[in-house]
C-alpha cells in the first residue's frame, strides 16, 4: 500500500514541478499532511525538482527542432526526459 501512496505523491509532485503547495492542492489534502507522507515514505523532492528542470531544458531544445521540420529528432529528444 505505502508504493502505491509514494507512487501516487511522486507522480504528482513531477506533475507540479516538485511544488509541494500546488500538489497538496491537486491531491485535495493539506499541505502539512503531504509533508507528513513525504517525510514517511522518504520521498526526494529535490530530486524530482531536479528531474523536472532537466526535463524543462530538454523540452526548449526540442521545440525549435520541430520548428526546423525536425521532428524525429526532436521525438529522440524525448526518450532522454
Known amino acids: 500500500m505505502e508504493n502505491i501512496e509514494r507512487s501516487i505523491i511522486e507522480d504528482s509532485l513531477r506533475r507540479k514541478q516538485g511544488d509541494v503547495q500546488a500538489t497538496?492542492?491537486?491531491?485535495?489534502?493539506?499541505?502539512?499532511?503531504?509533508?507528513?507522507?513525504?517525510?514517511?515514505?522518504?520521498?526526494?523532492?529535490?530530486?524530482?525538482?531536479?528531474?523536472?528542470?532537466?526535463?524543462?531544458?530538454?523540452?526548449?531544445?526540442?521545440?525549435?527542432?520541430?520548428?526546423?521540420?525536425w521532428a524525429g529528432l526532436a521525438d529522440a529528444t524525448m526518450l532522454l526526459a
Open 24 to 69: 497538496a492542492a491537486l491531491l485535495s489534502i493539506p499541505k502539512q499532511t503531504l509533508y507528513d507522507k513525504i517525510k514517511r515514505l522518504c520521498v526526494n523532492v529535490d530530486e524530482i525538482r531536479e528531474g523536472s528542470t532537466v526535463r524543462g531544458i530538454l523540452t526548449m531544445r526540442r521545440e525549435p527542432l520541430r520548428a526546423l521540420g
